[in-house]
Every structure is written in structure tokens, then in C-alpha cells.
């Protein structure tokens, strides 16, 4: 009998315990893996795939002439994403610009929790960009390596979800260009910030801002920061975005160093991104 009361006394003790770690549950800051342009701190779940459908009209300048940007020159990018485990994924994908073809990996360290035990979540995410274009266009063929195609761009994803509708996110990033223009560098470093606000039910209000903090060499190159504001709509299969922004390229090493349209000229575009789950 005393063994017995020993035992139900332990069962009560470590009971409100257990069910204390169980309704600790992680906190998905973000619905999907990208937010914009750039990734979130949210990877697939275990075993589902992802199909991503990026599309990157034309600047609104030239107005009716080219429908806003609709007929004018346009840049796409196909990417697949795969849950290893909860926290681990490995993506691939194909750009048009620059013929991009890009291998990324993230991985979640840490993930914010219920009970605020852990209060951020932080993420890895890092690619490396192959451009497939002709050799030619990268300088003397005396000086041409096959390796001049890679590039390799390195994000730590800082996020917090605050109360159930806003999520923020921060992250500093590194980028290195293995060949690089006349009076460009080859290193290059800057931060993203993100955010993301639920409106009501599925529907929610995006926005981005990227920044370089390096210059080129050549001061006059250097690269316009980034803006972003757009809608997201969000199923448990299907997330669709659409937005405003003014850079055209997709893969971030680009983006960050070389985008030239300016805010401040209203250099602006349509840009949509589709996330179909399976």
C-alpha cells in the first residue's frame, strides 16, 4: 500500500508538469517558407513538398505603353522545397535572370514556444547561385574557371510573433560573388527586415525592406535598398501573394547588389509568388 501511495503521489507531482511541456508548443511565426523576395524562419513540415511560382513583371514607368509592365521583359523562378525533418529543408530552383540555377538549405536552431520559454525563433538559410550564362560574359577567356558561375548568399533569420496577428523578422546577411563586374567587390553584407500582419482569417498585409550596407568601388554602382508591400492569401495547401516592389530579380545575392530601380523614382513592379503544398 505505501508503495502505491508513492506512486500516485509521483503521478501527481510530474502530471500538471507534463501537461505543462505539451501545451508548449512551437509557434508558427510564419505560414510559409518565403515571405516576399526573401525566406522566412518557417521550413515544411517533415516529408511535404513545396512548388514555389515567383513572377517579376515589368517597372510600372512606361505606364499604358506596356500595360504597366505586363508586356514588358519579365523574370520568373520555379523552386521546389523538401521537409527533411521539422526543422531541416533543402530546396532547388530555376531563374530566368541570369539563367540562376540556386541549392539552399535551412534549418531551424530555435523556435519560439507558447509559453515564451524560448521567445524567438532563429533559422539558418543559406543557397549557392549558378549562372549558367555564356563565359563570354564574364571577362577574358584567359581568365575564365568554371567556378566564376557561383555565388553563395547567407542569412540568420531572427522572428517574433507578437500576440496572434503581427510577426516581425530581422535578418543579416552575407553575400559572396566568386566573379564579379569592373569596380564591384566580391563581398558584400546588409540586413532584411520583414513583417507580416493578419487581417482577418486567411488574408494578410506583407512587406519587406532590404539593405546593403557595403559599397562597390565604384561608388555610382552602388545598389538601391529594397521595398516591398503586398497581400497574402493562405490555405492549408496553396499560399498566393501579390505585391508591389522595386527589384525584379529573385535569388537575394542579385537583389542585394545589384538592383538598381530606385524608391524615392517610384520604380516599382507587380510581383506574385505562389506556394502550392503537398
Known sequence: MKKIAISVILVLITFPAFCQDNDDYPV??????????NQTVATPFKGLLEF???HRFGTLNNGIDDLFGIWAPANIRLGL???????????IGTAKNYKAQDLAVKFAILQQTSSGSVPVSLSYYGNIGINLLNQNTFGPAHDWREIHRLSYFN???VARQFGTKLSLQLAPTFIWLNAVEVDYRNAHYGISAGARYNVTGSHSIIAEYDQLFSSQKDESLNA???LALGWEIGTATHAFQIFFANYKDILGQY???YNQNSISEGEFLIGLNVTVRF
Open 155 to 157: 542569412q540568420i533569420l
Open 52 to 54: 514555389e511560382i515567383h
Open 224 to 226: 538601391k535598398p529594397q
Open 28 to 37: 508558427r511565426v510564419f505560414e510559409t517558407s518565403i515571405l516576399i523576395d
Open 255 to 257: 537583389n542585394f547588389v
Open 81 to 91: 522545397n523538401y521537409g527533411i525533418t521539422d526543422r531541416l529543408m533543402i530546396g
